[in-house]
């Protein structure tokens, strides 16, 4: 073969790849003619954290841990799993009051359920370790799907000085994994 017909031979085999590479073709002249597309989309991650409500834990008895929780919504597209990372305003999980300069120091669990007492113990400003199920609505289909509770133990109750004053602002970060 000879370097001429070489190159007409990569110049048609070149051309002929290129037009099988395109999606769309169209159709010949006739009584009828086709055309095809290609239909293509892409689906990024998507998720959505809605229907917080505040942990109020009221006045300290004196004696016993302190715990409550509160649920929430996480719509993941395609109801899929996601993460969670827990930061607070005081730069550690604790509640600070602005009369005494004391902290109590709690602890924070996560479900994808409403009761988060058995949930994944959270690691300050660290993903969980779970993968977490998400919701395919964004309203969880007017519920909630998800809770996060928090513990103070009694010895760190005892320990605080009196004020009326103790609080945090926990900041609930949901990525998709």
Known sequence: ???????????????????NAMAASD???????????DVTL??????????????ALGSYSGSGDMNNSASF????????????????????FAVDSGTTGDSIAFTA???DDLDASDGEVLTYNTASTVALAGSVSTTCG?????????????????????ANDYGATVTVLVTPI
């Open 142 to 162: 007017g519920g909630d799907n998800a809770s996060l509770a928090v513990s103070f133990a009694e010895a760190n109750l005892q320990a605080a000085s009196s």
């Open 27 to 37: 159709g010949s002249l006739g009584s009828d003619s086709n055309g095809t597309t």
């Open 109 to 111: 669990r996560i479900d």
């Open 73 to 92: 919504c996480v719509y993941r597209n395609g109801g899929d799993d996601y993460a969670v990372t827990l930061t607070v305003d005081t730069g550690a």
């Open 42 to 55: 892409e689906i990024v991650d998507r998720v959505q954290i809605s229907n917080m409500k505040d942990i």
């Open 1 to 19: 073969m000879t370097s001429t017909n070489l190159n007409v031979c990569s110049i048609a085999f070149l051309a002929a790849f290129a037009m």
